[in-house]
C-alpha cells in the first residue's frame, strides 16, 4: 500500500494529514508550531510526528509515496522557504533539510500554504470540476492563490498570487500594510481593517447602528450579520469591502481569466451576504469577456491545505 502525507504548517500549527492512494483522507494530526520554536527544533518534531502518524497506522515509511508541504510564505523551486513571517523564517531549505537531516528519501515538495490550499479545491473542492481557478482566502490578511491548467502559478520568486499584496488603492493609506505597503487590497478587505473601517464610519457620526457601543468588541460576524438586518453602516462597510475587493477580482480576471474565483478563508462563512455584493461589483469593473466567471465560496475549509499539500505528490493519474 502507498500512502502520502500533506502537511498544513501554519503559524500557531501544523497539520498533518494521511491519504490513501485513492486520495482518500484516512487520519489527520496537528503538532504546536510559533514563532518561539528555532526552525531546526521545529523541523525535527515535524519529521517526529510524522514518522509517529506511520507507525500508530502500523505503515512502514518505505509506503510513503510523498509529503508534500504548503508553507506561509513565498517558495523557490518548489523546496526553498524565502523568507516566512509568521514562523520568523528567513530563507530555509527544507527539502535539504528533511532529506539531509531527517533522512526521508521520499518525493517532497513544497509550495506556498494559499497556492496549496488552492489546489486542493480544484482537486476536492468547490473548483472539482474546473482546472484554472484564482483562490482568495479572506482572514486576518488576505492570501491568494492561482491555479492554471492544474499547475501553480509560482513565480520567479514564490509571490505568484500574493492577491493580498496588489496595490489597487488610489489613496495610500497613513498606516503601512504588514508588507510595508500603503495601497495594499489587504488594508481594506482583510477581517481587521473591514473592523477598523466599521469604526471609521461609528466614528463619524451618531448614525444608530447595531454596532454601537463602539468599543471594537464586535466581529466581522457581527458586521455581516448587521448588513443581513438592515443596519445602514454595516451595510456601507461591506459595500465597501466588496467593491474594493470585486474591483481587484475584476483586474486579475482580464490578466488571468479563470474559469472561476473561490472565495475561503473566515469571513467567507458570511456566505451569501458577501458573494452577491461582491458580484455585482465585479460586474462593474470586470472586462466584457469576463464579465460572468463565477464567483463561489470554498468548501474544503481547514482541511484544503492538508488535501492541496497531499496533490502536491501524488501521481498525475491518480490526482488527475
Given at each position: 500500500?502507498?500512502?502520502?502525507?500533506?502537511?498544513?504548517?501554519?503559524?500557531?500549527?501544523?497539520?498533518?494529514?494521511?491519504?490513501?492512494?485513492?486520495?482518500?483522507?484516512?487520519?489527520?494530526?496537528?503538532?504546536?508550531?510559533?514563532?518561539?520554536?528555532?526552525?531546526?527544533?521545529?523541523?525535527?518534531?515535524?519529521?517526529?510526528?510524522?514518522?509517529?502518524?506511520?507507525?500508530?497506522?502500523?505503515?512502514?515509511?518505505?509506503?510513503?509515496?510523498?509529503?508534500?508541504?504548503?508553507?506561509?510564505?513565498?517558495?523557490?523551486?518548489?523546496?526553498?522557504?524565502?523568507?516566512?513571517?509568521?514562523?520568523?523564517?528567513?530563507?530555509?531549505?527544507?527539502?535539504?533539510?528533511?532529506?539531509?537531516?531527517?533522512?526521508?528519501?521520499?518525493?517532497?515538495?513544497?509550495?506556498?500554504?494559499?497556492?496549496?490550499?488552492?489546489?486542493?479545491?480544484?482537486?476536492?473542492?468547490?473548483?472539482?470540476?474546473?482546472?484554472?481557478?484564482?483562490?482568495?482566502?479572506?482572514?486576518?490578511?488576505?492570501?491568494?492563490?492561482?491555479?492554471?491548467?492544474?499547475?501553480?502559478?509560482?513565480?520567479?520568486?514564490?509571490?505568484?498570487?500574493?492577491?493580498?499584496?496588489?496595490?489597487?488603492?488610489?489613496?495610500?493609506?497613513?498606516?503601512?500594510?504588514?508588507?510595508?505597503?500603503?495601497?495594499?487590497?489587504?488594508?481594506?478587505?482583510?477581517?481587521?481593517?473591514?473592523?477598523?473601517?466599521?469604526?471609521?464610519?461609528?466614528?463619524?457620526?451618531?448614525?444608530?447602528?447595531?454596532?454601537?457601543?463602539?468599543?471594537?468588541?464586535?466581529?466581522?460576524?457581527?458586521?455581516?450579520?448587521?448588513?443581513?438586518?438592515?443596519?445602514?453602516?454595516?451595510?456601507?462597510?461591506?459595500?465597501?469591502?466588496?467593491?474594493?475587493?470585486?474591483?481587484?477580482?475584476?483586474?486579475?480576471?482580464?490578466?488571468?481569466?479563470?474559469?472561476?474565483?473561490?472565495?475561503?478563508?473566515?469571513?467567507?462563512?458570511?456566505?451569501?451576504?458577501?458573494?452577491?455584493?461582491?458580484?455585482?461589483?465585479?460586474?462593474?469593473?470586470?472586462?466584457?469577456?469576463?464579465?460572468?466567471?463565477?464567483?463561489?465560496?470554498?468548501?474544503?475549509?481547514?482541511?484544503?491545505?492538508?488535501?492541496?499539500?497531499a496533490r502536491l505528490v501524488f501521481p498525475l493519474e491518480v490526482g488527475a
Open positions: 500500500m502507498t500512502v502520502y502525507i500533506g502537511i498544513d504548517l501554519g503559524g500557531t500549527t501544523a497539520k498533518f494529514g494521511l491519504f490513501d492512494d485513492k486520495g482518500n483522507l484516512c487520519k489527520s494530526v496537528s503538532i504546536p508550531t510559533g514563532k518561539e520554536k528555532e526552525q531546526n527544533v521545529l523541523i525535527h518534531e515535524m519529521a517526529v510526528r510524522l514518522r509517529t502518524l506511520l507507525a500508530e497506522e502500523n505503515l512502514a515509511e518505505s509506503e510513503l509515496g510523498g509529503i508534500g508541504i504548503g508553507v506561509p510564505g513565498p517558495v523557490v523551486g518548489h523546496a526553498i522557504v524565502n523568507g516566512c513571517v509568521n514562523l520568523s523564517w528567513g530563507v530555509v531549505p527544507l527539502v535539504e533539510m528533511l532529506r539531509e537531516k531527517e533522512e526521508f528519501i521520499c518525493p517532497i515538495i513544497v509550495e506556498n500554504d494559499a497556492d496549496v490550499a488552492a489546489l486542493g479545491e480544484v482537486w476536492q473542492g468547490a473548483a472539482a470540476d474546473k482546472s484554472s481557478i484564482v483562490f482568495v482566502i479572506i482572514g486576518t490578511g488576505i492570501g491568494g492563490g492561482v491555479i492554471l491548467n492544474n499547475q501553480i502559478l509560482s513565480g520567479t520568486n514564490g509571490a505568484g498570487g500574493e492577491i493580498g499584496h496588489m496595490p489597487i488603492l488610489t489613496e495610500p493609506f497613513d498606516f503601512a500594510c504588514g508588507c510595508g505597503g500603503h495601497h495594499c487590497l489587504e488594508q481594506v478587505c482583510s477581517a481587521p481593517n473591514i473592523i477598523r473601517y466599521a469604526g471609521v464610519l461609528l466614528a463619524q457620526s451618531d448614525e444608530p447602528s447595531s454596532l454601537r457601543p463602539y468599543n471594537g468588541g464586535y466581529d466581522t460576524r457581527a458586521i455581516f450579520r448587521g448588513t443581513e438586518n438592515g443596519d445602514p453602516i454595516c451595510r456601507r462597510v461591506v459595500d465597501h469591502v466588496t467593491d474594493v475587493l470585486g474591483r481587484g477580482l475584476a483586474v486579475l480576471g482580464a490578466t488571468i481569466d479563470p474559469e472561476c474565483f473561490v472565495i475561503g478563508g473566515g469571513v467567507s462563512n458570511a456566505g451569501e451576504v458577501l458573494l452577491v455584493p461582491l458580484r455585482e461589483a465585479y460586474r462593474r469593473y470586470a472586462f466584457f469577456a469576463t464579465r460572468e466567471t463565477p464567483i463561489v465560496r470554498a468548501t474544503l475549509g481547514n482541511k484544503a491545505g492538508m488535501i492541496g499539500a
